[in-house]
């Protein structure tokens, strides 16, 4: 029989309260979110540092987006490539302003359904915006989060802050302070623990400067509820290049477990499994169906049930991928999930993960 491990989500933090470490570069300071530590936070995010801080999606990597060199020191915590654009977060509409030109009625109307919220608009970028925050392009990703936290820290900031997704470049993005630390520790100057995202996957990207927009990554809003607002709305498509250099996640490896990971459909699932464990390889499974069958009883198989909602899918993705990483499987086999409403944005993620490698389905 399969040895299966059933695998449940860490906590935050082993320790809710204050947690420092060193690792000979710079002390790492982990706060519960509480006000006090919000103007700890807001202190360093003026004087140049850097601070991770949840937000609705993910948690993010957080820098004055006006301050070049601060901008700088997030592409250098994260190992990320310069031309890799940044999402610039605002706390009030008034702000939009401030970073961008030519703001359209359709602007306002999707601000007006969707902001405070997980939805990046790509617009042309005024001349306050350093190239270095939108990676040498002429336009500029921004959002309004939903996530109390984050928009107070901007506020108490007093800027608009750059916040990429708080992980090491192409890793699964972390969605509690114990995964900012796995990648970040003695890199960044403050952690904000607020708990678990409640969304897990990042912002859907929209071009604005195309007719008809179009979605650049898609995310924790769904291309139908944009078709809503705008009607026609395109999806990236492969083919075009010059459109995903406006947008984080669309050009690079991204989202990338340690292990291999290979996405499979239901039908094939049993069979590759049992194909990888014959070949002696350690298997982690990432399955919405109940049950799995037997195999060669020397097999060790680590197993996550996925749950079937979308949303709560989409919650758990990163911390599955990164608790099988941490039970050291050889490959991570999931099962892929129907591309509609969030699905779409899950198996985005998925396949990134598992670019380069071959799928099976």
């Known amino acids: 029989m399969w040895c299966l491990l059933a695998l449940g989500q860490r906590n935050s933090t082993n320790d809710r309260g204050t947690l420092s470490r060193y690792n000979g570069l710079v002390r790492t300071a982990v706060l519960p979110a509480d006000e006090a530590a919000i103007e700890r936070a807001a202190r360093i995010i003026r004087a140049g540092g850097l601070v991770a801080f949840p937000t609705e999606t993910v948690y993010g990597l957080g820098a004055d987006a006006l301050n070049e060199s601060a901008v700088r020191k997030i592409f250098i915590a994260k190992e990320r490539p310069f031309d890799d654009p940044l999402i610039v977060h605002i706390a009030h509409i008034q702000q939009l302003a401030l970073l961008a030109r030519h703001i359209s009625q359709r602007v306002w109307d999707l601000t007006e359904r969707f902001w405070p919220g997980p939805l990046t608009l790509v617009l042309p970028k005024t001349d306050r915006v350093p190239s270095t925050t939108t990676g040498g392009l002429d336009t500029v990703a921004v959002r309004m989060p939903s996530h109390l936290l984050a928009r107070k820290l901007i506020e108490r900031s007093g800027c608009p802050i750059a916040a990429p997704s708080a992980n090491r470049?192409?890793?699964?993005?972390?969605?509690?302070?114990?995964?900012?630390?796995?990648?970040?520790?003695?890199?960044?100057?403050?952690?904000?623990?607020?708990?678990?995202?409640?969304?897990?996957?990042?912002?859907?990207?929209?071009?604005?400067?195309?007719?008809?927009?179009?979605?650049?990554?898609?995310?924790?809003?769904?291309?139908?509820?944009?078709?809503?607002?705008?009607?026609?709305?395109?999806?990236?498509?492969?083919?075009?290049?010059?459109?995903a250099k406006r947008s984080p996640g669309t050009r690079w490896r991204h989202y990338a477990p340690q292990a291999q990971l290979l996405l499979v459909e239901s039908a094939k699932l049993e069979q590759i499994v049992r194909e990888l464990l014959e070949d002696g390889k350690r298997v982690g499974v990432m399955v919405r169906q109940s049950h799995l069958p037997c195999s060669p009883p020397s097999s060790v198989l680590s197993v996550i049930h996925m749950p079937l909602d979308l949303s709560e899918y989409a919650r758990r993705l990163f911390a599955a991928l990164r608790e099988l990483d941490a039970h050291r499987v050889d490959v991570i086999v999931v099962e892929t999930v129907e591309e509609r409403g969030l699905g779409r944005a899950i198996m985005d993620r998925l396949r990134k993960a598992a670019q380069d490698e071959k799928s099976h389905q």
Do not use: K, N
Not at 213 to 235: C, D, F, K, S
């Open 169 to 243: 470049f192409g890793r699964p993005s972390p969605t509690t302070a114990q995964h900012v630390l796995e990648d970040l520790d003695g890199r960044i100057d403050l952690v904000l623990d607020g708990g678990p995202t409640p969304i897990g996957v990042e912002s859907t990207v929209l071009d604005l400067t195309q007719d008809p927009p179009m979605i650049l990554r898609p995310g924790g809003v769904t291309l139908e509820a944009l078709q809503e607002i705008l009607g026609e709305v395109r999806l990236l498509s492969s083919s075009a290049s010059e459109a």
